[in-house]
């Protein structure tokens, strides 16, 4: 059995696992294929797996794949910079890194141009590293009110990233921060159905904690 193969079965086979644990739908988390260091012949590979979902952290150097594969559901899931916004939406399915104003208001123009709606997550910086993106949790709340006003977009959640610490276990507050964060802020009007959190390093551990999305590259592709 190829080693892609086999890894996307012991990455499934984990996904089960850890959501059975914690009283949770297997079939509530997406895998979302992160593609940013591998070619087009892999990407192909890993959709011929079953695999519809897939990330990338950079809008040029990803360009070409992911206009060869238009058919596959594209996720934005890098920092993105307010030049680029005109560059992601006619390609992505969601972005998952919007953690400013300025960035809000570059999606909301280019959308309007491209009448269209913008699907996107909220990036909050849950873990507090200073080499995080995000917002700080005590923003969110005021953030998710003034982009309400950007009729264009779309908040479908919330979105973080936890530090690489060799026991994932200590990586569980930061994720448990984020669902608390989107329970507190979901209302009518706002359902924050999605949280993207979790990656090679700690994916079970995030959705034990209630993650909807998780972000695997290596223990994918290598």
């Known amino acids: 059995m190829p080693a892609?193969?086999?890894?996307?079965?012991?990455?499934?086979?984990?996904?089960?696992?850890?959501?059975l644990r914690s009283g949770r739908d297997p079939g509530a988390v997406r895998l979302i294929a992160v593609t940013k260091t591998v070619g087009?012949?892999?990407?192909r590979e890993a959709a011929a797996l079953g695999i519809t979902d897939f990330g990338e952290n950079r809008v040029r150097e990803a360009a070409s794949k992911v206009e060869?594969?238009?058919?596959?559901?594209?996720?934005?899931?890098?920092?993105?910079?307010?030049?680029?916004?005109?560059?992601?939406?006619?390609?992505?399915?969601?972005?998952?890194?919007?953690?400013?104003?300025?960035?809000?208001?570059?999606?909301?123009?280019?959308?309007?141009?491209?009448?269209?709606?913008?699907?996107?997550?909220v990036q909050v910086n849950t873990s507090g590293e200073e080499s995080k993106f995000g917002l700080a949790p005590g923003e969110l709340?005021?953030?998710?009110?003034?982009?309400?006003?950007?009729?264009?977009?779309?908040?479908?959640?919330l979105m973080t990233m936890a530090p690489f610490v060799k026991d994932p276990e200590e990586t569980r507050p930061v994720f448990e921060s984020l669902r608390r964060l989107r329970d507190e802020n979901t209302r009518p009007g706002l359902e924050l159905t999605e949280l993207s959190m979790g990656m090679t390093n700690d994916y079970e551990?995030?959705?034990?904690?209630?993650?909807?999305?998780?972000?695997?590259?290596?223990?994918?592709?290598?």
């Open 4 to 19: 892609l193969e086999e890894n996307y079965k012991r990455i499934l086979d984990n996904v089960s696992k850890a959501a």
């Open 40 to 43: 087009i012949d892999r990407v």
């Open 68 to 121: 060869q594969m238009p058919e596959l559901r594209w996720h934005f899931v890098g920092h993105l910079q307010s030049n680029k916004a005109k560059d992601v939406l006619p390609f992505y399915t969601l972005i998952h890194t919007l953690d400013r104003p300025s960035l809000a208001e570059a999606l909301q123009r280019s959308a309007e141009k491209l009448d269209r709606l913008v699907d996107a997550l």
């Open 141 to 157: 709340s005021l953030f998710l009110e003034k982009i309400s006003a950007y009729e264009r977009i779309r908040v479908r959640g």
């Open 205 to 222: 551990v995030a959705i034990e904690e209630g993650a909807t999305m998780i972000r695997i590259g290596t223990a994918l592709f290598s």
